[in-house]
């Protein structure tokens, strides 16, 4: 499986602008993606990650039916569309797959709820008839006390096959290269396991991502199988480090996910590398000084991992979640637009699409100050140094270790680590040497 990736994440309710509630009424709004496939070439994207696409009761992870393109969005064929001309532009599609809930209006819970006990589908879900005074005659597992989100029972071999059925109607019509598997740190250990040996075995170029907000991340990658996970530690470290002016916090947490000593927990796995996403602030929104909006990029695109760029924040908008609304964070956006932050990361795709120890290589940190780091990525094809500073004023550092001199790939400037690296405020550089 090729890991040397770079993925642009949509939501798509919002981003084609479709009403939050589904009114049932078929547009073919998803066709909109077709006009920022451009756009995603020039930021050199391989693959784009859709949330929910199917059809469902309001936000996409209420689902109705696991095989039908949500009617405010348009067809099966519309997205089959959509799908066939990133492929030919070569960039790959990667679909959210929400197993762990359905909403209110799966047909199957419907029925549990007009034939309660004498429903077929009664154990399709985690159902208690013995509560007879709830609205519905009965109460049902839900997801985090959301009644919206009815738990599906996947121990029962009907749901299983199911949603087998559902996941090969995807690679069927859409030819997907991946899933992101919603919510997948409490999806049931056993069927987390079954699924993706049933995924490696058939389909082993299917990128397969989990969800993991917290805890220990080798519940998913080592037990659960899968190939990666979203890595929200280094997500605040990343914009708590710029704000704090302690690069030594999201040192640690690189260090301790990937570093070389036995205690490492992620060393050699590539996690999700992200900023933001449809469920967090949006990184200009919290970021102190917008200089740092390119700085943390670089950093994204410098460790282990896959970056991850959602939709509108390439070009640094604003956005922020309240209490009772994401919508800020998921907008409507009529056209994509282009500045220096993006030339600066589509700078930062090349670099990555050419350096293969930026995917592949090794992690050690050989610098550490609170505004200034640097650590090498090393494989058996080269050895990159990544030296950032966040302070305003100029410095010079010497990192530890005997580092060739190479070429810095952001200026072409020959660069020799030995005689230490002159870093201008506010800046980084990605000096690489091939053997």
């Not at 056993?190 to 805890?215: A, C, K, Q, V, W």
């Not at 899968?226 to 929200?232: E, H």
């Not at 301790?256 to 469920?279: I, M, V």
């Not at 940190?365 to 505004?371: A, G, H, P, S």
Request: contains cysteine.
């Amino acid at each position: 499986m090729d890991f040397n990736q770079n993925i642009y994440q949509i939501y798509p309710i919002g981003f084609c602008g479709a009403p939050k509630e589904n009114d049932g009424k078929p547009e073919h709004r998803i066709l909109h993606v077709l006009d920022w496939i451009p756009h995603m070439q020039k930021l050199g994207i391989t693959r784009v990650l859709f949330n929910p696409v199917f059809e469902s009761d309001r936000h996409g992870y209420d689902t109705r039916d696991f095989t039908k393109l949500d009617c405010r969005l348009g067809t099966n064929e519309d997205f089959k569309t959509v799908c066939d001309k990133l492929h030919e532009a070569g960039i790959g599609v990667i679909l959210d797959g929400v197993f762990n809930h359905v909403g209110r209006g799966f047909p199957f819970f419907q029925d549990v709820i007009e034939k309660k006990w004498d429903s077929p589908y009664k154990d399709w879900f985690y159902i208690n008839f013995n509560d007879g005074w709830a609205e519905d005659g009965f109460t049902y597992g839900n997801w985090e006390g959301h009644n919206e989100l009815v738990k599906l029972n996947l121990q029962n071999p009907a749901v299983k096959d199911y949603l087998y059925q559902a996941v090969e109607s995807w690679i069927a019509q859409f030819g997907i290269d991946g899933i992101r598997l919603d919510v997948a740190y409490c999806l049931d250990r056993s069927f987390l396991r079954e699924f993706s040996d049933y995924m490696h075995h058939n389909h082993p170029d299917i990128l397969l991502i989990g969800e993991m907000i917290g805890g220990d991340y080798n519940v998913l990658l080592r037990d659960g199988g899968l190939d990666s996970v979203t890595n929200y530690e280094c997500r605040k470290g990343l914009f708590s480090s710029m704000n704090s002016r302690n690069l030594f916090e999201i040192g640690y947490s690189l260090n301790r996910q990937f570093g070389p000593d036995p205690w490492c927990l992620y060393t050699g796995r590539l996690l999700l590398s992200f900023a933001d996403n449809h469920d967090v602030d949006r990184l200009a929104s919290v970021l102190a000084d917008p200089r740092d909006l390119p700085l943390t990029y670089d950093l994204i695109y410098a460790m282990p991992g896959i970056p991850c760029i959602y939709y509108g924040s390439e070009w640094g908008i604003e956005g922020k979640r309240t209490q009772h609304s994401d919508d800020d964070l998921r907008p409507y956006l009529e056209h994509p637009e282009w500045n220096e932050l993006c030339d600066h990361l589509a700078k930062l795709a090349a670099i990555r699409r050419e350096c293969s120890p930026l995917t592949y290589g090794d992690y050690r940190q050989v610098y550490t100050r609170n505004e200034q780091w640097a650590f090498t990525r090393t494989d058996d094809t080269g050895i990159l140094l990544f030296a950032l500073n966040i302070a305003d004023q100029e410095t010079v550092i010497y990192p530890d270790g005997n580092i060739p001199g190479g070429i810095d790939l952001l200026t072409g400037k020959k660069t020799n680590p030995s005689e230490g690296i002159r870093l201008a405020g506010k800046s980084s550089v990605f000096v690489y040497c091939r053997f």
